[in-house]
């Protein structure tokens, strides 16, 4: 299979899988709290991470990790605020219509960083049928809110 037919079918595959832990999450926060279920969350992945990766690390992985610079180790803190953020909204909003809020977010940001080339990637420009792709996202948004 090609390598970019495969991306798409994980990145697919990703997608359903955020949208089962982000219900599984939010319901988790109506039972114990939403920071309380963020924390249990990022627990079990943190322990389910060291049982995948936990015989490669060795030496070489720490002194790599120690010549990363700084704010390339935001992630953990910005997937605990997601958590936190969907354990809040999805109760209010429903499951569809919060994930089409967050990927409509995601893609608008993510179109004005590929165009900027933010975030160390190379540049990608806003072409005229992305500028239609975002405005049919926004058009989805409205219809899973009003249809």
Avoid: K
């Avoid at 988790?28 to 690390?57: D, M, Q």
């Avoid at 610079?69 to 919060?98: C, D, F, K, S």
């Avoid at 239609?132 to 249809?147: C, D, E, S």
């Amino acid at each position: 299979m090609p390598r970019r037919l495969t991306a798409v079918l994980v990145s697919m595959a990703a997608g359903l899988l955020l949208g089962v832990a982000i219900r599984l999450n939010a319901t988790l926060g109506e039972y114990v709290g939403v920071l309380e279920s963020s924390f249990v969350v990022h627990l079990t992945g943190t322990l389910f991470a060291l049982l995948l990766v936990g015989a490669r690390l060795n030496r070489s992985v720490w002194a790599t990790l120690r010549r990363a610079p700084r704010h390339e180790l935001t992630g953990g803190v910005i997937g605990v605020l997601m958590v936190l953020l969907a354990n809040v909204t999805v109760p209010q909003l429903g499951v569809a219509l919060a994930v089409s809020l967050f990927v409509a977010a995601d893609l608008f940001f993510s179109s004005v960083a590929d165009h900027f080339g933010w975030l160390g990637l190379r540049p990608i420009r806003v072409s005229p049928q992305r500028v239609v792709g975002l405005l049919l996202v926004l058009a989805g948004v409205l219809l899973v809110r009003f249809g």
